[in-house]
C-alpha cells in the first residue's frame, strides 16, 4: 500500500506557502515569486517543460523524487486555477495547457460540481464536493497501491495533517521571507500528530526537510 505523502512543497523562511492576494497573474500570492526558484532552475523542471539545460545535484534530486511512485493527486481548487465560486463554464483547463505533468489521475477538492476533465499524458481531473475524505479514499483506489501525493495548496495540506491522514511530509524552505499569506504549519502540533523523525538535506537553493511517523 502507497503513503499518502507531501513532497517539495515549499515554504518560506518564515512558513508561508503562499503570499496573500493570489490572482491570474500572480497564482502564488504577492511577494511569493522566488519562493520556487530552486526547482525552476532544475534540470527536472526544464525537462517538465519541453526544455534543455537546467541544474543537476540534490535539488534536482528532490525535485525528482517527488514525482516518483505517484499514483494519484490530491489538491485544492486554489491550486487548480484562479477561479472562485460556482463555474461560470468548462473554458479554464488549469495552469499547465494542454499536457498536465501529473500523468495520473487528479482530485480536486471544491464546493461546486463539474465534469471530470480528461487532458494529454494520462491526467484526468475529478472535481470532489464531498470532502477531504471521499477525495482520498478515491484516490487510493486510484492510485492502484503507489503513493497518494497531497500537492497543496496550503490550506488542502493543513486539512489533511489536522485529520491525521499524512504519512509523510517532505518541505522545502526556501531562503525568502514573505511576512504574510497562507502559512503552513501555525497552530498545529506536528509532534502530537505523530511526525518524531527529521531527516534534513541540504540542496544547493534551498533546504529539505522530511518529517516521518515512526
Given at each position: 500500500m502507497g503513503k499518502v505523502k507531501v513532497t517539495a512543497f515549499t515554504i518560506s523562511l518564515d512558513g508561508y506557502g503562499a503570499g496573500p492576494g493570489q490572482t491570474l497573474e500572480q497564482p502564488m500570492g504577492v511577494g511569493a515569486e522566488h519562493l520556487h526558484t530552486w526547482m525552476r532552475t532544475t534540470k527536472m523542471f526544464h525537462q517538465m517543460m519541453g526544455k534543455e539545460g537546467g541544474t543537476e545535484g540534490l535539488d534536482n534530486d528532490i525535485a525528482n523524487s517527488s514525482m516518483a511512485h505517484c499514483g494519484a493527486w490530491i489538491m485544492g481548487r486554489n491550486m487548480f486555477g484562479p477561479i472562485r465560486g460556482p463555474w461560470p463554464d468548462n473554458e479554464w483547463q488549469g495552469w499547465w495547457g494542454p499536457e498536465p505533468p501529473y500523468h495520473c489521475?487528479?482530485?480536486v477538492l471544491t464546493n461546486h460540481a463539474r465534469e471530470p476533465l480528461e487532458m494529454k499524458g494520462g491526467t484526468t481531473f475529478y472535481f470532489i464536493t464531498d470532502g477531504i475524505v471521499s477525495a482520498l479514499e478515491k484516490a487510493k483506489d486510484a492510485a492502484n497501491g503507489k503513493d497518494i501525493r497531497i500537492?497543496?495548496?496550503t490550506s488542502t495540506i493543513r486539512q489533511y495533517l489536522q485529520?491525521?491522514?499524512?504519512d509523510e511530509i517532505q518541505l522545502t524552505i526556501s531562503p525568502v521571507l514573505l511576512g504574510s499569506g497562507e502559512h503552513l504549519l501555525e497552530g498545529l502540533d506536528l509532534p502530537k500528530l505523530g511526525f518524531n523523525e527529521v531527516e534534513k538535506i541540504n540542496g544547493e537553493q534551498?533546504?529539505?526537510v522530511v518529517l516521518r511517523k515512526k
Open positions: 489521475p487528479v482530485f500537492g497543496g495548496g485529520a491525521g491522514l499524512i534551498a533546504m529539505h
